[in-house]
């Protein structure tokens, strides 16, 4: 492709007349597909789950219109603070792997002609299907003969039922989740640091500035677009947990599941397990609502912590 | 709105293939085969489905029916999404307590025509089954199986600490006895399985207990009575002895799975495992089962699977005809000849006896005159559901059984007020 | 590890390098404890069940069984799910790369009025938790009669704000001048679009079709939804069924996860530059 063209059009002095750029009739063409496909399948379902949320939706038979009361039911339900709770604990322990992230992404841009290997070995549990990572660490968690319990047992530690007793199940969901994001986290994080401009190491070196200081001093700086990017994922990414809880907890008879629900999760349940459509629709709603604060919050707060050079 | 559009355009197809099939050639008809599809959660029973199917098929050649197997764990939900969006199968397995919400909602065949003109005696099944499937009057599924309850034992592990096979002479009290003898922690032996079990477990001791678990009336439960948490007592006291893995372990590994790895001596659980038990070649003769121990009287529930069939069936005439089939002696048969299940069929479980000679199962058919039907109030999926999480800490030890009893059978009763 | 040992004493010959060993050995650590689960699933489901859950765990099988294996593709139907999982995948990777460069190319280069409130209605989308769509979704897919179909898997995924959002972010940073060279040249907009524009975001499609086909590949909550009656059901789907089968035949279930895992990571080990690169794209426009 080569742009000597442009020559006779500036010559001939009719750029704009000869070129006109293509009409709003071609933009409908080109926007119509996504436009109709978000609006029916996005636009239309949401407005959909909206209004059912204002509705008692029973398994067979015709809603009717309760009001606020699936909120209400719902603010006053133990069991949606409870997953509440359970999903603002798993996303707080979500967000600490987001600096361990940032370390390993350093260590590994240094680590020379390793940095493939390594960054194929950070990256397998990201394409591992979700369902069988949570079957792999359950069995690694299991409290009478699981992989974890027997190495703690090598440091004289008492290991403890993991996925069957509720004060810890959400640690060992959290303990997953940053295995299974770390990788992708570090690739995101890997590019922000090939982006930052190497004679700056240089310079501070001449300083006389150590390997950590120059990591806290310019590195991690300079990284903040990339950091703040990877923690609104990991923020959405773990308000919407669902898969792990799935396939960790179901299937067996786990006295451990009812206080170890979140949001999602309990939204699957109420809307397609119990069918109470209605309330599922509340807790959908109340779900987009905390995203919305948090991401806004971040926002908010990144103009104190995020350097764009 | 769209669901009664959906429901009068699926009237209007069905009303025109309706006249389409008597009004139109029968020569085009009868060419035309009509697909079936019949769902069940057991791959252990598929097989007998599927020869059930096959020998309806040789009497029907103008109907396929297409068996299909899913994960115990999405049966219910796939069932009704399904129901909801058109798409269930035709015929498929029910339980009592999914029963009512399905028949109430209108998703049911009605089979009291058919059940009528096809000649068959409701006398035929267990009352307590029949009953289960019954709403207003009507029925809307038949019984295939039934199932009491009894307690399991490895006999190698009796043998192993010295204790006598239960029999049915025991009383609780041998229970907890020999549950201590058998538990031996070195090994990693438990004398019983003690889970938050209502079918196989607190349920019959409730009633052994001469309690209640639903009021007759069916408006609330029972559980906080005397009797009642003494039943339950029976479990809670067996995990306070240590003689069974405790709840965290068994939600690790669930019961059966702990009485199959033989770490459990004894397991109280229903008919239904035989054929899993005798299928299981590292059980090979180490396995029979015993009647339930006595309390203040004997008791076990007893439910069973009924076969019902979708209201929105394209084909409701041939699924009648199937459904008909499925509850004859035919498809009994079948069933009691693999070993696959305790048919409801009476007359026809001799067969299911021979199949397994090595278990002493007519410890199930002769608890049939003590047994109680399962209680299947009100929306039962939902408040069962609740079971694990107001009992569970009775079984820890952390909640007095009399205080978790109370705030379990009040959150029933709020159930059960629902409706 | 060889090259580690290698690498470190050049690295403080040369003075002022970077000394690399303990990078190295935080890194080898880090990557143990990352495969460690791998491992030991591999290790598993080559043991006997009883031997699974023994305590103290065994390391190394006993004896070799296949038990496992046998047991796993005796009972899921292996080979058509992963159809339906590769069908749905090149559905959804396809339609979704098809409708998103279109709308975004109109969202950066043509404009219209109204551009930006409909761009802008665009981006409120990627704020909404999809698990919000889902009846919705549900009831559409069941209004076409398409419940239990292959197109129904990949039908809400085609389209997709992220992506569109993606596109028109390449297409914005894309000099102007081929473009209208091109038009002087008589092409008209479809033929600017098809034959200048799209090879120049080659790179973006591929980080948007490795995006995509993870999420497709990964899905098992619409799949269970929509697909009730247990046909068309995708990978994800069967191994879960598998757990609540045999929920603690340990060998049976690590046969499972690692056969149904294999196809990506084969995959993703060929493609590894374009995985990598579409992440890393993914983060920078983002």
Redesign the interface.
Known sequence: ?T?T??T??RRLGR?RA??S????G???V??A???I??A??????????FV?SFQDV?????ATFVGAGNYTALLGDEEFWKAFGNSALYTAIILLGVPLAVV?AA??E?????R?V????????????????G???R??Y????G?LN?VL?WFGVHGQ?W???ARFTIYAFGVVGI?MS?G?NM??????LQ?VPKDLYEAA?LDGAG?VRQFFHITVPLLTP?IF??TI?SV?GA??M??LI??ML??????????SKTI?YL??EK?????D?GY??AV??V??IV??IA?AVQFRLQRRWVFYG | MT??WTAAVALAAATAMLTACSGGGSGAASTEKVTLTYANWSEDQSPAMEQIAAEFEKANPDIDVRIQTLPW?EY??TL??G??GGTAPDAFWMLADHFR??A????LVDLTESVKSAGLDLGVYPKAVTDSYTYEGKVFALPKDFDTNGIWYNKALFDAAKVAYPDDSWTWQDVQDAAKKLTDKAK?VWGIAA???PQGGYYNTILQAGGQIIKPDGTASDFASPASVAGLKFWTDLQAAGVSPT?????????VSMFENQKVAMYFSGAYWAFRFHNNAGLKGKVDVAPLPQGVKRATVTSGIGNAGYAGSKHPEELKKFLAFLGGTKAAEIQAATGTVLPAYQGTQEPWLKAMPEFDLKVFIDAIDYSVPLPVAGNAA?WQGLA??YL?PA?DGAKPVEQAAKEYQDAVDKVLAKR | MA??VR?APRGRRRG?G?V?WP??A??VV??LV?????A??IL?MFKTTPE??????TVLPEEFSGHAFATFFGTVPFWSMFAVSAGALVLRVAGQL???S??G???A?????G?EA?FG??IA?L???????????Y??VRGLGMLDTLPALA??G??S?FG?FLMRQAFRTMPK??E??A???GAG??Q??WH?MLPMARPTLAALAVLTG?YS??D??WPL?VSPSGENRP??VG??GL??QF??D?PT??A???V??IP??V???VL?RQ??AG??????K?
């Open positions: 492709m742009s063209t442009t006779p059009a750029r000869g070129v750029e293509p009409g709003a071609w933009a409908l080109f926007i597909p996504a436009v496909g978000l029916a399948l996005y636009l239309w379902p949401f407005l959909s789950t059912k029973p398994a067979f038979g015709p390993l260590l590994v240094q680590a020379g002609r390793g493939a390594y960054r194929v070995l950070f990256f397998l549990p990201v394409v591992t299907l979700p369902v069988a990572v079957m792999v660490w069995f690694i299991n409290g009478d003969f992989l027997t047992a039922f996925v069957a007793d295995w770390l992708i690739i995101i994080l890997g590019a922000g982006a070196s390997r990339s990017f990877v994922l959405i308000l919407q669902f898969d799935f396939v179901r299937g067996v008879n786990n006295t451990a599941l009812a206080d999602v939204f699957y809307a397609f397990v119990q069918f459509q599922g629709a959908a709603i779900l987009l995203i919305m991401t | 669901r009664k764990t219910w939900s009704q999404v129901a909801a919400e399905y109430k909602g209108g998703q990693g889970p938050i079990d709840l965290k372990q068994l939600s690790d590994t669930e019961a939902e694990a999480q569970a079984w | 090259e580690s690498s002022g970077p690399t990078v190295h935080v890194l880090a990557a990352m495969v460690t689960p791998f030991w699933q598993t699974a859950s023994r305590v103290p765990p098809a409708v998103a279109l709308a190319y109109a969202f280069r043509i404009p219209f009025p551009r409909v209605l665009f989308m704020m909404v938790p999809s698990q919000l769509f889902l009846i919705g979704q009831e559409i039908i809400p085609l389209f704000a569109t001048d081929y209208e060279a038009r002087l040249d907009t479809f600017v679009f200048v993870l590949w990964n098992l909550l939804i990978l994800p191994l879960a757990q609540g929920g603690t340990y279930l690590m499972g996860a690692f149904c895992s990506l990571v995959v993703f080990l590894q995985f990598f992440i890393a794209s993914s983060g920078l983002g």
